[in-house]
């Protein structure tokens, strides 16, 4: 028999969820609370994997004999927990358990990100050293033997490895990075004792395979999807001081972007 790939093995799982939940119309506890805390623990427990759809309100009404005000109800308690997440068409899809769900709506660090999730940034150095690099020195609008700083980390929130960073920094009108403690918030260094502060900055987000650093780093057997985010931060005069290349674990992280028509 062929492999099915992994997507299709979510959708043949999905027909067998309703098979999975039993739901007792004598019990005290509500029906919408029974089915949430069933599917939970199927989700937590790995029985449900992420990515696989979850039969749709009405569907599973009819299969469970139950109102669709229940399977909105228990559906909604997921969402909550971040457990699942809905599209405008009406499917829903499990994730990842413990995913950050985050946003793009202003310049911020990593370590502000993670203390607005409540978690505890911490970092790892890879690599931290003055270099003149003449691609890098032209992005910045530099002469060409210009130094700038290139600095490598791990970046992890409750000592969980989330993202790894290669940042490089002008240190032409940031000269106080090149003596400074990075171990912590180098944005928070930039704003607080450097001439030049960051106040915008221009992201993409691109679809990557992790490679073999972060392999190692995030504990993968084989390079797995994640997201690539590359920053150009500027102060309010319009100087480039930084361009960083974050890669993000993709079973890990979500980014919603608020857009207004």
Same mark, same amino acid.
């Given at each position: 028999?062929p492999?099915l790939?992994?997507?299709?093995?979510?959708k043949?799982?999905?027909?067998?969820?309703?098979?999975?939940?039993?739901l007792?119309k004598?019990?005290?506890?509500?029906?919408?609370?029974?089915?949430?805390?069933?599917?939970?623990?199927?989700i937590?427990q790995g029985?449900?994997k992420?990515?696989t759809?979850?039969?749709?309100?009405?569907?599973?009404?009819?299969?469970?004999?139950?109102?669709?005000?229940?399977?909105?109800?228990?559906?909604m308690?997921?969402?909550n927990?971040?457990l699942?997440?809905s599209?405008?068409?009406? @499917?829903? *899809?499990?994730?990842t /358990?413990?995913? #950050?769900?985050t946003h793009?709506f202003k310049?911020?660090?990593?370590?502000?990100?993670m203390?607005?999730l409540g978690?505890?940034?911490?970092?790892?150095i890879?690599?931290?050293?003055?270099?003149?690099?003449?691609?890098?020195a032209?992005?910045?609008g530099?002469?060409?033997?210009?130094?700038?700083?290139?600095?490598?980390?791990?970046?992890c929130?409750d000592?969980?490895?989330?993202?790894?960073?290669?940042?490089?920094?002008?240190?032409h009108?940031l000269?106080?990075?090149a003596?400074?403690?990075l171990?912590?918030?180098v944005?928070?260094?930039?704003?607080q004792?450097c001439?030049?502060?960051?106040?915008?900055?221009?992201?993409?987000v691109?679809?990557?395979?992790?490679n073999?650093?972060e392999n190692?780093?995030f @504990?993968? *057997?084989?390079?797995? /999807?994640?997201? #690539?985010?590359?920053?150009r931060?500027?102060s309010?005069d319009?100087i480039l001081?930084?361009y960083?290349?974050?890669?993000?674990r993709?079973?890990?992280?979500?980014?919603?972007?608020?857009?207004?028509?």
């Amino acid at each position: 028999m062929p492999r099915l790939s992994p997507l299709k093995n979510a959708k043949a799982h999905a027909s067998t969820i309703p098979s999975l939940i039993t739901l007792n119309k004598d019990a005290p506890e509500p029906l919408y609370a029974q089915l949430f805390q069933q599917l939970e623990t199927l989700i937590l427990q790995g029985d449900i994997k992420p990515g696989t759809q979850l039969p749709t309100e009405t569907v599973f009404s009819e299969t469970l004999g139950v109102s669709k005000i229940t399977i909105k109800r228990g559906y909604m308690e997921l969402r909550n927990r971040k457990l699942i997440t809905s599209n405008r068409k009406g @499917g829903t *899809t499990v994730l990842t /358990p413990g995913r #950050l769900d985050t946003h793009m709506f202003k310049l911020r660090g990593f370590t502000q990100e993670m203390q607005e999730l409540g978690m505890k940034p911490s970092t790892r150095i890879l690599d931290q050293a003055i270099i003149n690099d003449r691609g890098m020195a032209s992005m910045f609008g530099l002469n060409s033997n210009s130094s700038l700083l290139k600095l490598e980390r791990i970046r992890c929130g409750d000592d969980k490895p989330l993202s790894h960073e290669v940042a490089w920094y002008n240190l032409h009108h940031l000269p106080e990075l090149a003596t400074a403690d990075l171990q912590g918030s180098v944005y928070q260094v930039i704003n607080q004792k450097c001439q030049h502060p960051l106040d915008w900055c221009e992201q993409t987000v691109e679809a990557v395979l992790s490679n073999d650093i972060e392999n190692q780093a995030f @504990g993968f *057997t084989s390079p797995q /999807p994640c997201l #690539l985010i590359k920053r150009r931060s500027y102060s309010p005069d319009g100087i480039l001081l930084e361009y960083v290349e974050g890669t993000f674990r993709g079973d890990a992280y979500a980014y919603r972007v608020k857009m207004k028509g």
